[in-house]
């Protein structure tokens, strides 16, 4: 009678890959799914390093069973993808590319700050320079990168351009925020195919921000432990906005969703919650936390942290000509990718949630990277 029966080995891995099966209460516990009903088995390292799980099979036949199997594949999963490295491209012996050593010198591309070598691979007719990612620009990519830096600090256009004047950089503010609209199209472009590990609690909140003077509103879809800030949408309106598509991302990005959601309480995050991430079965649903409060005094304390830092570039967002301006995405990447959190002990919330940008200047890696994989076209 028994064909094709799965291993045990098998079935935990199928648990493991299943999205919102296993539940991480502590570093030692985990609640894992039944896969036969709508309970949750308790599966518990020990101090001895034993694992031991609720289960029938388990303490019946003393084996290791399916639940436990799957804790172990998912932490296996998640070391995995920690060791996620986005690296510096330094290395011109070989093609940026497809890595063939069977490249040649192929004339100089001229710029104010001199002549930059270009190659060119005879096995994928590609080019590239020593300056990757910024061929085209008509400055360096420290300068470019400072101006990023300085803006999504919280400088105004005009301050940023001012600034860049003392490191010889002589560009309008016009110039300075069509860099950020170039690398952060590019940057979003590249990072949106990367899936950060985020725990299983989000909180969602709105920010408030002025586009060319009308008041809008920023929703923020944010991982409560890495603080990696997952998704965001932008609404004309404050309690009657839409916000299936924010949790809609949140999502698509995790590739999961969360065990519990905290919000304000507005009756539009509530609406969402129902529609994307309340399930039937118990074991799959998000559940909603509403931290209302009585007082005036918000107990969101993570976010109004961030409620915060993004103030502190409101009045930049007076000139935005349209929400659709990659500016927000670009404070998206600087908060998630760049800026160190003392909450994080330093750590940027990527770094947090798996993902490790290396080299001395974090802008130009990862534009060299997403230019890679999104080469212009010549
Ligand atoms: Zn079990
Ligand atoms: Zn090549």
């Not at 709508?38 to 694992?51: F, I, L, P, S």
């Amino acid at each position: 009678m028994q064909t094709a029966v799965l291993s045990r080995e098998e079935k935990g891995r199928l648990i493991a890959e299943k999205p919102n099966q296993i539940q991480r209460m502590d570093e030692r516990f985990y609640k894992v799914a039944s896969q036969s009903d709508h309970g949750m088995y308790d599966v518990v390292r020990r101090e001895n390093g034993a694992w031991i799980c609720g289960c029938f099979d388990y303490h019946y036949r003393q084996v290791r069973c399916k639940h436990i199997i799957a804790v172990q594949v998912s932490l296996k999963l998640r070391e995995h993808v920690q060791a996620r490295v986005i690296e510096p491209i330094t290395d011109v012996h070989a093609c940026l590319f497809c890595k063939s050593e069977n490249i040649k010198k192929d004339g100089l591309r001229h710029n104010k700050y001199g002549d930059i070598q270009k190659f060119f691979c005879k096995d994928c007719g590609k080019w590239f320079t020593v300056n990757f990612g910024f061929e085209r620009m008509k400055h360096n990519p420290q300068g470019i990168t400072t101006a990023m830096q300085l803006y999504f600090s919280g400088e105004s256009l005009r301050n940023t351009s001012r600034s860049l004047r003392l490191l010889g950089v002589q560009v309008s503010h016009k110039t300075v925020f069509m860099w950020i609209k170039k690398y952060t199209a590019l940057m979003e472009k590249y990072l949106d195919k990367i899936t950060p590990q985020v725990s299983d609690t989000w909180r969602a909140d709105e920010l408030f921000l002025k586009v060319k003077g009308n008041m809008k509103y920023l929703y923020a879809l944010m991982d409560d432990q890495t603080r990696f800030w997952i998704a965001q949408e932008v609404a004309d309106t404050k309690f009657t906005a839409d916000l299936r598509p924010l949790f809609q991302s949140g999502k698509r990005i995790a590739e999961k969703q969360p065990k519990t959601l905290i919000t304000d309480g507005a009756p539009n995050f509530h609406e969402a919650y129902e529609q994307e991430f309340w399930t039937q079965k118990i074991a799959t649903r998000t559940e909603h936390i509403r931290e209302i409060s009585f007082d005036g005094v918000r107990h969101n304390n993570k976010m109004e942290r961030m409620n915060g830092e993004i103030r502190d570039r409101e009045r930049v967002m007076r000139t935005l000509e349209t929400t659709d301006t990659p500016i927000l995405k670009g404070m998206e990447i600087f908060h998630n990718y760049i800026r160190p959190h003392m909450a994080l002990k330093g750590r940027t919330p990527a770094e947090a949630a798996g993902i490790k940008v290396e080299g001395e200047n974090k802008w130009v890696t990862l534009i060299q990277n997403a230019s890679r994989k999104y080469p212009a076209k010549r």
